[in-house]
């Protein structure tokens, strides 16, 4: 495994844009170091995905991403036989003379598996930085499925047999909390917690990913969804949703916000519509806090 320095990692995560804090480049590097799993956690938008990507350029290797959802069983994870190539190799076979036992051995090989995520990635030749998005919405069958994958690096195919990996992956895990995870995943992983940013960083944050948008509209942007955030909401909005509020409202070439603005815009920072109610109600005062704060501060 390319061997990466705290430093570098700090400077990786500059480089995209990515505007971290020393808690999450050291647990980047710690991870790398000891080759252990990675599980972060915090709210919806907050940036879980992204910690994936910018391992996989640190380690200049291949990002394998498994999206979790109810439901999914090892099967998704792993491989699937491809049903209609082998079908068709059997038709054209009819008329040959390749008895039943070549027959079989050839159409449970390689050449007709389809490799999902988890099986990709411990067969690659390099080692590749697997995502296993959203861990929290599968069920805990799959978690402990996932278990014994951490554990051994090797999967079992019937009809082929033991598969050990070449390389072992980095393992990155994101979850919202939607459901609490065993312990015996956490005890597995190196864990880091990610919080909706402060104003400093959220203002950070927009300036590098909408370059050009005006400073005062970024600061009342910021300063808005701060004091958004406090509010009992269904869907908190994350950064995602700040980062594309600020480039709708930077192509109006805006310097300020104003209550008519915000509230033609709401949809794209809130994705309920009684949140968007709720809001709508207090604009005004929101809109005030969000003045008194910029003008003090």
Request: glycine share 4%; proline share 3%; net charge negative.
């Amino acid at each position: 495994m390319k061997n990466i320095e705290l430093e570098t990692i700090a400077k990786m995560l500059r480089e995209q844009g990515y505007i971290s804090e020393d808690p999450i480049a050291m647990s980047l590097y710690l991870a790398m170091k000891l080759q252990m799993p990675l599980l972060v956690e915090g709210p919806a938008g907050v940036g879980k995905t992204e910690i994936g990507k910018v391992m996989a350029k640190a380690l200049d290797t291949e990002l394998i991403r498994l999206q979790c959802y109810e439901g999914l069983d090892s099967t998704h994870a792993l491989y699937e036989w491809n049903y209609q190539y082998q079908l068709l190799y059997l038709q054209m076979q009819e008329s040959g003379k390749m008895d039943i036992g070549q027959l079989e051995e050839t159409i449970f090989s390689d050449k007709f598996l389809l490799k999902r995520p988890v099986l990709r990635a411990i067969t690659q030749e390099t080692n590749p930085v697997l995502l296993i998005d959203e861990i929290d919405r599968a069920d805990e069958e799959f978690e402990s499925f996932l278990l014994e994958v951490l554990s051994d690096w090797q999967v079992t195919i019937p009809e082929i047999g033991t598969i050990k990996a070449r390389n072992k992956p980095q393992v990155i895990l994101t979850g919202n909390r939607t459901r609490e995870l065993s312990e015996a995943l956490r005890r597995r992983c190196i864990y880091l917690w990610i919080d909706y940013p402060d104003f400093d960083k959220e203002l950070a944050i927009v300036r590098a990913k909408v370059p050009g948008i005006d400073i005062n509209l970024g600061r009342e942007i910021c300063l808005f969804m701060t004091e958004l955030r406090k509010k009992k909401l269904e869907k908190i909005p994350g950064i995602s949703e700040t980062i594309d509020w600020a480039r709708a409202l930077a192509a109006m070439h805006l310097s300020h916000l104003d209550k008519k603005l915000v509230e033609d815009t709401l949809g794209v920072v809130l994705k309920d519509w009684q949140d968007i109610r709720q809001v709508r109600d207090s604009l005004s005062e929101l809109l005030e806090k969000t003045a008194v704060i910029s003008r003090l501060s």
